[in-house]
């Protein structure tokens, strides 16, 4: 396989293919008529995404030797069963109307239920099911990794890995809500919060699942290089989502324009604006950080602030000098050469995108 983009469509096929299989043998245990809207769902969920997360994964098991046993595309497959549920929660706790140019799960059952005209709250029913499916997909994760048909040696080396990863990002997403509800934090802080929510359980982990996949033990220098190299890319992976909730184009992101400014978010990005704005500027953040009603000047007003604190341009500057070291862990690393070149281009992609 090669190591341009033309293997990461490739990796993307087979995960698509695996999902498609696994839900479909999942079907019959859910067929009753009225769970119809829910299974949708998932399957909707389940179609769009970049496939980062199987990609590190995979390169991970190549990098450490693994062999092209198609069983390893299933279990870096259950990655995006575990992200489309942190997904799903993640719109519910911030209250966001649209996914990847769609409505969100809560939305999309608030809508079912008002449409029906059924009895009670369409509000609280979409949020009930969403957490549901949230919880479905989480459980269907852990059935995909376990049934993956890799060897049981390899699955028991790696299911610590695969446990704490699981346990951060429900960590990491407390930790966001409680960033949030302090109404204020520092970089510092906000560094914490998108390690454990997004940066790890996005690339160090995954990359870390397979390599221990493939090497069937927790080898020292599989944590260094995860360490080194992954927690690079996951910060910078984050902070390119950072400048992307505020200055992406909704056409790419499938969300609206500055929609992490209207909820508030605590990012790297806005700490590192409040960190240089003169109390006037901090004033208007502070102010209109968090209002679902920020209308379009609104949101224009925070992104010239932004940039002119000088945060957009720092934000940039350090997404540049962790892809570098992330870049420089790679060199020696005790790898194949096909992986440490598939890293290397994960990385410049992870970091580079626009959606």
């Given at each position: 396989m090669t190591t341009s983009a033309a293997a990461l469509d490739t990796i993307r096929s087979e995960v698509d293919r695996s999902l498609r299989r696994f839900v479909d043998q999942r079907r019959p245990q859910v067929s009753a008529p009225e769970l119809a809207p829910l299974i949708a769902a998932a399957d909707d969920f389940l179609a769009g995404g970049k496939r980062l997360r199987p990609a590190f994964c995979y390169w991970g098991w190549r990098g450490a030797g693994g062999g092209d046993d198609p069983a390893i595309f299933t279990a870096a497959a259950s990655l995006e069963l575990l992200q489309a549920s942190a997904l799903v929660h993640d719109d519910v706790m911030d209250a966001s109307d649209l996914r990847r140019g769609m409505p969100s799960a809560h939305r999309r059952f608030q809508a079912l239920h008002s449409e029906a005209g059924w009895h009670g709250s369409s509000e609280q029913f979409g949020e009930g099911a969403a957490i549901l499916l949230g919880n479905l997909m989480l459980i269907w994760s852990s059935e995909m990794?376990?049934?993956?048909?890799?060897?049981?040696?390899?699955?028991?080396?790696?299911?610590?890995?695969?446990?704490?990863?699981?346990?951060?990002?429900?960590?990491?997403?407390?930790?966001?809500?409680?960033?949030?509800?302090?109404?204020?934090?520092?970089?510092?802080?906000?560094?914490?919060?998108?390690?454990?929510?997004?940066?790890?359980?996005?690339?160090?982990?995954?990359?870390?699942?397979?390599?221990?996949?493939a090497a069937e033990a927790r080898e020292p220098w599989i944590d260094r290089l995860c360490e080194e190299y992954g927690r690079c890319v996951g910060i910078a992976f984050q902070l390119r989502d950072d400048i992307l909730g505020v200055f992406g184009d909704p056409y790419e992101t499938g969300k609206p324009a500055g929609d992490d400014l209207r909820e508030g978010k605590r990012t790297m990005l806005i700490a590192r604006t409040l960190s240089a704005a003169s109390p006037a500027q901090a004033e208007v953040v502070r102010g209109t950080l968090g209002d679902p009603a920020l209308d379009g000047a609104g949101i224009d007003r925070l992104r010239q602030i932004i940039e002119e604190t000088g945060a957009l341009v720092a934000c940039e500057e350090m997404i540049k000098e962790y892809l570098e070291n992330a870049l420089g862990s790679l060199d020696g690393a005790p790898i194949t050469a096909e992986a440490r070149t598939a890293l290397a281009d994960l990385a410049v992609a992870a970091t580079s995108r626009r959606t």
């Open positions: 990794w376990r049934n993956s048909g890799l060897p049981p040696a390899s699955l028991a080396a790696a299911q610590e890995v695969y446990d704490h990863m699981r346990t951060e990002l429900m960590c990491g997403q407390y930790l966001d809500l409680l960033e949030q509800a302090h109404g204020e934090n520092t970089f510092d802080s906000a560094l914490r919060v998108a390690l454990f929510k997004s940066g790890k359980y996005s690339v160090e982990q995954p990359l870390r699942l397979g390599l221990v996949l």
